[in-house]
């Protein structure tokens, strides 16, 4: 991993400063970085907007918060597969990452854009942007598949947008390869196979569903088969979905 990525040091006092993350994360001296504001906040941590001093790159930095009872091997397996997937076009990749400082962190291209769940739901965009985008998705679904990833968590949120308005998948924390159990998801963007954790391994087919019902809520502001105010439980939301209809597009297109 050492030949892939540099490490980013950290002074004392930031890493003191970063570990009061939850209440406040300032990254004040990273070295190497010029930090400027938070662009996001999570469960797990902090997003930071920043610049790489030595190239002028204007990077984000995601600080993870120990305090909110890390997944190690979440974070890990993020890092890993961001940086096996090499670099695509629709994905993002890794600049640096730091494993062993307190808390843990990775830097990565900044994606302008913001998230496609932000970017729709504020602005207005054609019909012709938005198949401009569902294409994106398949050519950054074909290349991770083609490397033997699934990302397992695909949604409009996990999606972001360069300053180009171009697609650029995120988040590969739940993602993995198809001999890794679990049934990690999002309610909402999971077929039912996924939510009953049939067989116990990923499939190639969460994705392409994840994908549709994500291109579905992008045409219509619907989801396929989950509304809101829907229990909020797996095996209860794997049982509604069986058997109910799918409202055509052309019926709910707004």
């Not at 990690?184 to 954790?197: A, D, I, N």
């Not at 116990?200 to 105010?229: C, H, I, K, N």
């Amino acid at each position: 991993m050492d030949e892939h990525i540099e490490t980013i040091g950290l002074s004392e006092h930031a890493k003191e400063t970063l570990r009061r993350a939850s209440v406040e994360i300032t990254p004040l001296q990273l070295e190497g970085y010029e930090v400027q504001e938070e662009i996001g906040r999570g469960t797990y941590g902090v997003v930071w907007r920043a610049t790489r001093l030595k190239t002028g790159q204007e990077v984000a930095i995601k600080v993870l918060d120990e305090s909110k009872g890390l997944n190690w091997e979440y974070f890990r397996r993020e890092l890993s597969l961001l940086i096996d997937l090499e670099e695509h076009p629709h994905t993002l990749t890794i600049l640096d990452a730091q494993l062993d400082s307190s808390p843990p962190l990775i830097v990565m291209p900044l994606a302008e854009g913001g998230s496609l769940e932000k970017a729709i739901s504020t602005r207005g965009f054609s019909l012709e942007q938005k198949e401009k985008w569902i294409e994106q998705m398949v050519e950054a679904l074909d290349f991770i598949h083609s490397r033997g990833v699934i990302h397992s968590d695909l949604k409009p949120s996990n999606v972001l947008l360069s300053s180009t308005n171009d697609i650029r998948i995120a988040d590969f924390g739940q993602a993995r390869r198809p001999e890794q159990a679990g049934a990690l998801g999002t309610l909402g963007f999971m077929p039912p196979e996924q939510c009953e954790g049939k067989g116990g391994q990923p499939a190639v087919s969460w994705d392409v569903y994840g994908f549709g019902a994500t291109a579905y809520w992008m045409l219509t502001g619907e989801l396929p088969r989950y509304r809101s105010g829907t229990s909020g439980n797996v095996a209860e939301y794997a049982e509604e979905m069986k058997g109910k209809p799918l409202q055509p597009i052309r019926k709910l297109e707004p």
